[in-house]
């Protein structure tokens, strides 16, 4: 199992840029999380997804943040445009939840480190 | 208010010192309690879940320990490996798929 893997690794970026981060999941992993994490902050949630749909977005910082997964394979986390301010590490995160059952466990990407000039 | 406190934020020990890192909640309800271990340029990775108070789990040099308010990672004889960054998150009962609320991290150096 290749874990979760997220792309790019590293992206620096001028302000105003539009920024696409990309995650695939685990298979048969039926959520997916997004977390920035920065020194000031720690790891804050951004969104989540349950089934490919996305339950709770209250994380997403403003309207130029959005987050789409079209299939169980795939998902985007979108800045656009970009600031200075956006600059922190993203991860996302996946786990396989059945319904009633205990507690998630997550299982984080690499992430990928993001700096906007 | 921040649901999950962490501390301290930085920990120095000598290779054979043990401790114990903390981490105090407020959330009402729990289902469950994580400690995550995260290396430098890497994700957090899972080291325990605890569902209960009076639970504890071990792990090599690790143990923990959960209240009804706080839980401990205990780090007996730590090694240099054991350097890293020591995250703790809550799950709390409103759904069948709810989200995870992580502290800041303690950040944890080991010297040989």
């Known amino acids: 199992d290749a874990g979760v893997i997220q792309s790019p690794r590293h992206e620096v970026t001028e302000m105003g840029q539009e920024v696409t981060l990309r995650c695939k999941p685990i298979s048969g992993h039926n959520s997916l999380f997004w977390y920035r994490q920065t020194m000031m902050r720690g790891l804050e949630l951004l969104i989540y997804f349950n089934n490919n749909v996305p339950i709770d977005d209250s994380g997403m910082p403003e309207d130029r943040f959005s987050a789409k997964m079209p299939n169980a394979s795939f998902s985007t986390l979108k800045i656009q445009p970009s600031e200075p301010r956006d600059s922190a590490v993203y991860f996302c995160?996946?786990?396989?939840?059945?319904?009633?059952?205990?507690?998630?466990?997550?299982?984080f990407g690499a992430g990928s480190r993001l700096t906007v000039l | 208010e921040d649901q999950v406190t962490q501390s301290p934020e930085a920990l120095r020990l000598q290779e054979g010192e043990s401790s114990s890192l903390n981490c105090s909640y407020t959330v009402s309800g729990l289902r469950g309690l994580f400690w995550y271990r995260q290396d430098p340029g890497k994700g957090p990775e899972f080291l325990f879940t605890?569902?209960?108070a009076g639970e504890e789990k071990e792990k090599e040099r690790l143990k923990a320990t959960l209240t009804k308010k706080e839980s401990f990672l205990h780090i007996t004889a730590p090694k240099p490996e054991d350097s890293a960054t020591y995250l703790c998150?809550?799950?709390?009962?409103?759904?069948?798929?709810?989200?995870?609320?992580f502290g800041k991290g303690i950040t944890l150096s080991v010297r040989p």
């Open positions: 605890l569902y209960s």
């Open positions: 998150a809550v799950q709390e009962p409103t759904g069948a798929n709810s989200k995870l609320t």
């Open positions: 995160a996946t786990a396989k939840v059945q319904v009633g059952s205990g507690a998630n466990v997550l299982t």
